[in-house]
């Protein structure tokens, strides 16, 4: 157990929905990461945020947005989606900002139908 | 801009030994980390190298040479349950941790 908690596990749409993705990290780090991984692909970048504040962006779509709360969880909102958006999104946590070191989530699993 | 690239594949037997190795390109660096990550699973942390040279742990080693933006992961003694994805990582300067696509290692009996 990584001590990242993300929900939910599993999540199934229509397109043109909007989801939350959660994640809670683990206790007394600083940074959330998220990642895009569809089927057989690797670790896409999508944000970073820091003690609350946006760090660093990846090629997230305009369609998705996130944020990072006082109490440190995160979430990532998805809107509009589309068949393509299906994939496992992961969040991770690290205590330093510029340790390489994280600790992932399970993950929750988007399927768009 | 950032990039990592590793093999995309590897092969091995029981028992044998494995290197993956890293190239990376990135705007600043901060170190080079791999993860391990099963098949739909969480990937998780192997190992970290700041400055050059070998850092061991137990079966595994990993390498850096920054003058060469160069990095290897050693797998000895691989065992079945060593079959798993494998990535290279960096952070660069603004803030973000790239990771390599991956390189699937698939250990035969």
């Known amino acids: 157990d990584s001590g990242v908690t993300q929900t939910p596990k599993h999540l199934i749409t229509a397109t043109g929905q909007r989801v939350t993705l959660r994640c809670s990290p683990r206790s007394g780090d600083l940074s959330v990461y998220w990642y895009q991984q569809s089927l057989d692909q690797g670790l896409q970048f999508l944000i970073h945020y820091y003690n609350g504040e946006e760090r660093a962006k990846g090629n997230i779509l305009e369609r998705f947005s996130a944020q990072q709360f006082p109490d440190l969880h995160s979430e990532l909102n998805l809107s509009s989606l589309e068949l393509g958006d299906s994939a496992l999104y992961f969040c991770?946590?690290?205590?330093?900002?510029?340790?390489?070191?994280?600790?992932f989530g399970q993950g929750t699993r988007l399927t768009v139908v | 801009g950032q990039s990592l690239e590793q093999p995309s594949e590897v092969t091995a037997v029981e028992g044998a030994i494995v290197q993956i190795n890293c190239t990376y390109q990135?705007?600043?660096?901060?170190?080079l980390s791999w993860y391990q990550q099963h098949d739909g699973g969480a990937p998780t942390f192997l190992s970290y190298?700041?400055?050059?040279g070998l850092e061991e742990t137990g079966r595994f080693s990993s390498f850096l040479s920054r003058s060469d933006s160069y990095g290897y992961l050693l797998l000895q003694e691989l065992q079945m349950k060593d079959s798993a994805s494998y990535f290279c990582?960096?952070?660069?300067?603004?803030?973000?941790?790239?990771f390599g696509q991956g390189t699937e290692l698939s250990v035969k009996p």
């Open positions: 990135t705007s600043g660096f901060y170190g």
């Open positions: 190298n700041g400055l050059d």
């Open positions: 990582a960096v952070k660069d300067q603004g803030g973000k941790l790239i």
């Open positions: 991770a946590s690290s205590g330093q900002d510029m340790n390489t070191e994280a600790f």
